[in-house]
Structures are given as structure tokens and as C-alpha cells.
């Protein structure tokens, strides 16, 4: 799911067995919750390192989160304009369980290492 507009092009990190995260979490979401994280990620394309609070919040590393009533979807940025997008989870909690932090923080690592 590559898109490319406004200078700036989305892709999705893949895990060493071929697993899309951020599509798999899309694919599970539904109704407004789904049309939420859509609308999440156009805007993300459209404004990338532009976009701030409420919608996009830095946690610390060069990872970000891009935040909705319940969709949290988490991504780097990367050299030429990229953005890509490392996992995705439901809101239940202000905070980021450290499970999953320290998950997306690997998977940044992996991308960086790329």
C-alpha cells in the first residue's frame, strides 16, 4: 500500500516473515474506528514532519505516534520524503504499554538498519 502525494510517500515495514503490521491492524478495524485511521494517515501524507498535536505526537528516538480517539499507528521518518509506518494498535490506556513500545522500537531499529 504505497502512496505518494504531496512529496511525501507512505510505505509499511514488512517483519522478517512477510507480515504487514499496519495493514493486518487496518484490515481488523471497522466503521468509524477505520475511517478514523484513514483520515489519520491522508493527513499524514499530506503535512508528514508538519504535522504535530493533537494528531502526531514524537516519543522520543525518532519515533512517532499518530494519534486518534482510539487509533494509535506508530512511524519514522526516513531520508527523500518517506514515512514508514511500523505498527498499529487500539487505545486503551493514555499510556503505550512498554511491550509495545519496546516492539515498534525494534522494528524501527530493523528499518533503520536497512
Do not use: C
Amino acid at each position: 500500500m504505497e502512496m505518494e502525494t504531496s512529496g511525501w510517500t507512505i510505505d509499511e515495514y514488512v517483519t522478517a516473515r512477510g507480515e504487514n503490521l499496519v495493514l493486518a491492524f487496518l484490515s481488523r478495524q471497522t466503521g468509524k474506528v477505520k475511517a478514523e485511521a484513514i483520515a489519520l494517515l491522508k493527513l499524514l501524507q499530506e503535512r508528514g514532519n508538519l504535522l504535530g498535536m493533537p494528531h502526531s505526537k514524537p516519543l522520543g528516538g525518532s519515533l512517532f505516534e499518530l494519534r486518534g480517539n482510539q487509533v494509535r499507528i506508530f512511524y519514522m521518518f526516513r531520508p527523500g520524503r518517506r514515512i514508514t509506518l511500523l505498527d498499529g494498535m487500539m487505545k486503551k490506556k493514555d499510556r503505550i504499554p512498554i511491550t509495545v513500545l519496546d516492539r515498534v522500537r525494534r522494528f524501527q531499529r530493523e528499518v533503520e538498519a536497512l
